[in-house]
């Protein structure tokens, strides 16, 4: 049974560094095709993918957050860290990681998220 | 990135009766050397998080009700509700992945009762 938990600060400052962790179960991450995404939701708005990191430690991001955005991933723990720096209000939002599915870059198991509020 | 527009941004329909939900991407999703279109559907519930029911725009993830159904080709596709149980309200993605890794997402569909 594969199972992603989004653990982190539910409150930061603005020009502060975010730090969220996935720690999750089920699957390894060090097997061929495997990945972990993490996507936010701003409240009421829609889906927006952040990044992602594969098995074999190739690492995307979105474009227009790239500079802000780090992914890495501890196999031996099962978790995979998101770091952005420089938050701001308008990163306001419900974090998600998310298991990817083998072959297609799909998320077929959520974690429940964590509401991020930046504010001072 | 390749833009995903939704239509319409709410919709409500009876139980019982057929709900379409349009998706269309600003430029086509569909890879020639498989045939294959990189468009998937999600369903997210209040307080939930998004629950995958279909991607390569018509395979339905393992243990979705078949009375979810995907189709189209290139940039418009349709996601289907045969019959509309009270369990669906909900507000339903596309997302793309042709562009991978650079995905996109819809601006999402909210399905209510009528």
């Known amino acids: 049974q594969i199972t992603l938990k989004e653990s982190g600060p539910t409150l930061v400052k603005p020009t502060q560094t975010l730090t969220l962790t996935c720690t999750f179960s089920g699957f390894s991450l060090s097997t061929s095709g495997v990945g972990v995404g993490w996507i936010r939701q701003p409240p009421g708005k829609a889906l927006e993918w952040l990044a992602l990191?594969?098995?074999?430690?190739?690492?995307r991001y979105t474009p227009s957050l790239k500079s802000r955005l780090t992914i890495t991933k501890d196999t031996s723990k099962n978790q995979v860290v998101l770091t952005m720096t420089n938050m701001d209000p308008v990163d306001t939002a419900t974090y998600y990681c998310?298991?990817?599915?083998?072959?297609?870059?799909?998320?077929?198991?959520w974690g429940q998220g964590t509401l991020v509020t930046v504010s001072s | 990135d390749i833009v995903m527009t939704q239509s319409p941004d709410s919709l409500a329909v009876s139980l019982g009766e057929r709900a379409t939900i349009n998706c269309k991407s600003s430029q086509s999703v569909l890879y020639r050397s498989n045939n294959k279109n990189y468009l998937a559907w999600y369903q997210q519930k209040p307080g939930q998080p998004p629950k995958l029911l279909i991607y390569?725009?018509?395979t339905r993830e393992s243990g979705v009700p078949d009375r979810f159904s995907g189709s189209g080709s290139g940039t418009d596709f349709t996601l289907t509700i045969s019959s509309l149980q009270a369990g669906d309200v909900a507000v339903y993605y596309c997302?793309?992945?042709?562009?991978?890794?650079?995905?996109?997402f819809g601006q999402g569909t909210r399905l209510e009762i009528k």
């Open positions: 998310a298991h990817r599915v083998v072959g297609a870059t799909v998320f077929n198991y």
């Open positions: 990191i594969y098995w074999d430690d190739d690492k």
């Open positions: 997302q793309q992945y042709y562009s991978t890794p650079s995905i996109t």
């Open positions: 390569w725009a018509s």
